[in-house]
């Protein structure tokens, strides 16, 4: 009888161990969805255009300095470079209105991040979602999409 009985307690305690490790696989599976499909909001050239006129985002151009000296960046633009932007998003508000400027973003503002062509920019949103910025989306088409259009923009005005 022990020995039935200590299968029976083993069995019970695997099983379980195998049920909550896949009640937990779901609860990330559908955790990570919700992560991926948050992060996965790429604003168009009209859309940034709009939410720059509603004034209610903060637009942060993830380039290096230099870039934005030689080739322009897009109007009303933050610019913080990459490798910066996880300390900036930790900085104390003080410490961030003198670094840069601005007010520092709190984590329920809207944040769009832009660079020349999308990739630092995605990177840079991976880390604000990362440190609680769930409301930051990117520019996917960056400074090379917006001087195209603006351009096209101001030589159609004309």
């Not at 099983?15 to 909001?41: P, Q, R, Y």
Request: glycine letters at 6%.
């Amino acid at each position: 009888m022990l020995p039935w009985l200590l299968f029976r307690t083993a069995r019970r305690a695997v099983l379980g161990s195998v049920e909550t490790e896949l009640c937990d696989w779901k609860s990330i599976k559908g955790s990570c969805h919700n992560f991926c499909t948050a992060i996965s909001k790429d604003v168009t050239y009209k859309e940034l255009k709009n939410l720059l006129n509603s004034k209610n985002i903060m637009l942060i151009d993830v380039r290096e300095t230099w870039e934005i000296l030689e080739y322009g960046k897009i109007p009303g633009s933050v610019n913080i470079p990459l490798n910066e932007v996880s300390e900036a998003l930790q900085m104390n508000p003080r410490d961030f209105k003198e670094k840069y400027h601005e007010v520092k973003p709190s984590k329920s503002d809207s944040l769009v991040f832009s660079c020349l062509a999308g990739v630092r920019s995605k990177k840079a949103l991976d880390t604000a979602i990362s440190l609680g910025f769930h409301r930051a989306q990117h520019y996917a088409g960056g400074w090379k999409e917006w001087e195209t259009y603006e351009f096209s923009e101001n030589k159609q005005g004309n």
